[in-house]
């Protein structure tokens, strides 16, 4: 059973810090990129960041280029967001996704979500 299980969220002053981690079991992760997401009320669901399946490679939404990272341990098969800096518009439920290009199609699965906000 594929399972994406992200902890970390929780309410921070502008700012403060969070580091969100996510737990993957019942696929291979180091053959999927992975990625979070976040979806502010009201708004679509954005790519907030993405790493390779060694690590070497990042992506960042430019929102958040400086302030947040993005690391993966293939060991312990987690995926983690640092997240420094934070504004209130970093509010938002925040999802871990794993991806590949499968043989039929694209291979995609999403965890539950866990809540960040920003705010004094």
């Known amino acids: 059973q594929v399972q994406l299980v992200e902890s970390g969220g929780g309410l921070v002053q502008p700012g403060g810090s969070l580091r969100l981690s996510c737990a993957a079991s019942g696929f291979t992760f180091k053959l999927y990129v992975m990625r979070w997401y976040r979806q502010a009320p009201g708004k679509e669901r954005e790519l907030v960041a993405a790493?390779?399946?060694?690590?070497?490679?990042?992506n960042y939404a430019d929102s958040v280029k400086g302030r947040f990272t993005i690391s993966r341990d293939n060991a312990k098969k987690t995926v983690s967001l640092q997240m420094n800096s934070l504004k209130p518009e970093d509010t938002a439920v925040y999802y871990c996704n794993a991806w590949r290009a499968g043989l039929s199609g694209p291979d995609d699965y999403w965890g539950q979500g866990t809540q960040v906000t920003v705010s004094s």
């Open positions: 790493i390779s399946t060694t690590g070497s490679n990042t």
